[in-house]
């Protein structure tokens, strides 16, 4: 069956004069539907589609499987159906994304963010509390904003901070401007289109970036959720995905001189970034390179302390 068909989505257990299906089979149509396409979460989706698709709290659908749904959520929640079928992630059909626990609206423009990429903020909070700068009117640097979800929620929870977050696409930044104006941010987050660190003035305290980091080559056979709808200039780092981290490196000390540099890096990238780090010769370094991972104890960050 072509994607592009409508869905088979049966009407199980409604009888003649009943109002529609129920919040319980609309799920459970749904998640048989998905599971057939192969979707690897089809019982998680379903709740999130159906109440987006509502107007409701996904607790409702537990505290009130049998409430009826009305003929236009019904064909909301279709059309949401197929388009998670054709594997449109949920968070791209929403127009939102939860990151460190807050929704940040998306586009076709920015990077759709993973929980993996808390573990940035976590380490740069991790770093702010060691030196003690949680009052400090820090100055913050998000290199390849996208959204801007890196850059918000560390303004969000260093209140006293200050940021900019910079992109090569306008349209991503028009996106990251809508989510501080919706957080209250703009006076404290600028926004400016920038290729890695070209135009940019220090000095910052913090820098981080989630770079494109997929090989050329690899892109062809990453998931369709990624490949199909993350753009395409947030994944590819060139032929062997450093080719951004050689373009900022070079110029960090100028960037956050008595500061601190935060990396996203790939599976098996953390060696050649450290790499790049210890022989750049406009840096001097104090300590050791540090290495960061994530929930499922893979290398997701590293990290370094600058000084002049």
Not at 108 to 119: H, M
Not at 122 to 149: M, N, Y
Request: hydrophobic residues 40%; contains cysteine; glycine residues 10%.
């Amino acid at each position: 069956m072509s994607v592009h068909e409508p869905l088979p989505m049966k009407r199980v257990g409604t009888q003649p004069g009943e109002h529609g299906k129920s919040l319980r089979e609309l799920v459970r149509d749904a998640s048989r539907v998905l599971a057939e396409a192969g979707v690897e979460t089809p019982e998680r989706d379903p709740r999130l589609l159906a109440a987006a698709a509502i107007g409701c709290a996904v607790s409702e659908l537990i505290a009130r499987p049998d409430r009826p749904v009305d003929d236009v959520a019904d064909r909301r929640m279709a059309e949401f159906v197929r388009r998670r079928r054709a594997r449109e992630p949920v968070s791209r059909i929403l127009g939102t994304r939860e990151f460190f626990g807050r929704p940040f609206k998306l586009s076709p423009a920015t990077l759709d963010p993973r929980p993996d990429s808390e573990t940035l903020i976590e380490a740069a909070l991790q770093f702010v509390d060691a030196k003690g700068w949680r009052k400090r009117p820090l100055r913050i640097l998000d290199v390849g904003t996208g959204s801007g979800c890196l850059l918000l929620t560390l303004l969000a929870e260093l209140p006293h901070a200050t940021g900019v977050g910079t992109d090569i696409s306008q349209l991503a930044l028009d996106i990251a401007d809508m989510n501080a104006r919706h957080y209250d941010m703009s006076g404290r987050a600028k926004f400016m289109l920038a290729n890695a660190l070209e135009g940019v003035e220090g000095p910052y305290d913090i820098l981080v970036c989630n770079p494109p980091y997929i090989a050329s080559g690899e892109i062809a056979g990453l998931e369709p959720e990624v490949r199909d709808y993350d753009p395409l200039a947030a994944l590819d780092g060139g032929p062997d995905g450093l080719q951004i981290y050689r373009q900022i490196i070079p110029a960090l000390a100028r960037a956050v001189p008595g500061g601190y540099a935060l990396f996203e890096v790939g599976a098996g990238q953390a060696g050649a970034v450290e790499g790049m780090l210890r022989s750049s010769v406009d840096l001097r370094w104090q300590g050791a390179l540090r290495r960061h991972v994530d929930l499922g104890g893979h290398t997701r960050c590293v990290s370094m302390e600058l000084q002049l």
